[in-house]
Every structure is written in structure tokens, then in C-alpha cells.
Nanobody, 121 residues
Framework: QVQFVESGGGLVQAGGSLRLSCTAS????????IGWYRQGPGKQRELVAI???????NYVEFAKGRFTISRDNAKNTVYLQMNSLEPEDTAVYYC???????????????WGQGTQVTVSS
């Protein structure tokens, strides 16, 4: 069974940066579009960005200009570089395989543990 593993979160001051990593145990990410999602306190999980198997990217509005999604297929890893972080970015961040660059439906109906990002003001 494929299991996504997220890492790289932490506590950072507003304006700081973090780079998150997403790997998959028991599976190959390279042939899949991968999405980063987040769930803030008391909020529903929301899409952050998607990267296709070929490297094309798609961002939601709040991520444009601040976040960069990338992938290294040799390392079976997808990254999310987050700059200019704001307290509103505080959330648990997750990754999952999705159906396409513009189709954010997740392929797996279960999630990893996520990685906590906390941005202090």
C-alpha cells in the first residue's frame, strides 16, 4: 500500500521560509501528478499547488508568487518551497496523488500524517 510521507515543517517567524518534502513509500511518484494540500485550525483541507508528471505547475491564488512546487523523480520526492510565510499559512500540510494538473481530486482516499507548519507573527 502506498503511503505518503510529508516532512520539513516547523516553527518560523512571519516572512520566513520552509521547504516541505513529500515522498511515497511503496510507490513511484514519477508517473503521477502530485498535489500539496493544507488544513488550518478549524478549517477544511484546501489545495495549495499541483505539479504534473511532466513538471507543469498550477497554484491556487494565495500560493502564487510565494510558493514553488517542484519534483525530483530520481529521489521520488515532490517539494514545496514556501517563502514570505504569513501567520495565515499555519496549517498541517499534506500531499497526495491527483488526477491531473487541473483536476485536484485525490487518487488515494487516505492521507499521511502531514507536517505541521506554524508561522508566528
Amino acid at each position: 500500500q502506498v503511503q505518503f510521507v510529508e516532512s520539513g515543517g516547523g516553527l518560523v517567524q512571519a516572512g520566513g521560509s520552509l521547504r516541505l518534502s513529500c515522498t511515497a513509500s511503496g510507490g513511484d511518484l514519477s508517473s503521477n501528478a502530485i498535489g500539496w494540500y493544507r488544513q488550518g485550525p478549524g478549517k477544511q483541507r484546501e489545495l495549495v499547488a499541483i505539479i504534473s508528471s511532466g513538471g507543469s505547475v498550477n497554484y491556487v491564488e494565495f500560493a502564487k508568487g510565494r510558493f514553488t512546487i517542484s519534483r525530483d523523480n530520481a529521489k521520488n520526492t515532490v517539494y514545496l518551497q514556501m517563502n514570505s510565510l504569513e501567520p495565515e499559512d499555519t496549517a498541517v500540510y499534506y500531499c497526495n496523488a491527483v488526477w491531473g494538473l487541473t483536476d485536484a481530486r485525490v487518487k488515494l482516499d487516505y492521507w499521511g500524517q502531514g507536517t505541521q507548519v506554524t508561522v508566528s507573527s
